[in-house]
């Protein structure tokens, strides 16, 4: 599966990083850069259920491709989710149900690191998604 532009820079980005302490600031410098959400946005409705932290995400298809927008009150979850965001950003809803997501962070070098809440709470992101892309 042909992935995003942003997925192949994170890719490089975090395979190239030398050790867990590296790849824990650049964790932390990709949720930085995720573009906050509107006071509108970050509403109820948004909210993602299945999170130990508070995730709001919103979602819109343009020229049958989905783009994605989300937030955490988190910042180690706000990496997380921008990493989530690198992989399916510009999909379309078939490409969108078959991205693994333990496979991706596996491959991120981020695997290990997930631990059975976190994990929990991105799968519940990501199916979010794909309701929202259904």
């Known amino acids: 599966m042909n992935l995003p532009a942003d997925a192949v820079t994170a890719l490089e980005t975090f395979q190239a990083a030398a050790g867990w302490e590296q790849r824990a600031r650049l964790l ?8 906050a959400l ?4 970050m509403c109820e409705a948004n909210r993602v259920h ?3 932290s508070q995730v709001w995400l919103v979602g819109q298809l343009r020229d049958g491709r989905w783009q994605f ?10 990496g997380l989710v ?8 510009g999909l379309s809803v078939a490409e969108l149900q078959q991205v693994d997501l333990p496979d991706w962070f596996n491959q991120l070098g981020l695997g290990r690191q997930l631990s059975q ?8 992101v990501l199916k ?6 259904g």
Do not use: H, K, Y
């Open 117 to 124: 809440s976190r994990s929990n709470g991105l799968n519940a």
């Open 69 to 78: 927008n989300a937030n955490s009150d988190a910042r180690l979850i706000r």
């Open 38 to 41: 509107s006071a509108e946005d």
């Open 82 to 89: 921008a990493l989530l965001l690198a992989r399916v950003n």
């Open 28 to 35: 932390m410098q990709w949720g930085e850069r995720l573009p």
């Open 50 to 52: 299945g999170c130990e």
């Open 128 to 133: 979010r998604m794909t309701e929202l892309a």
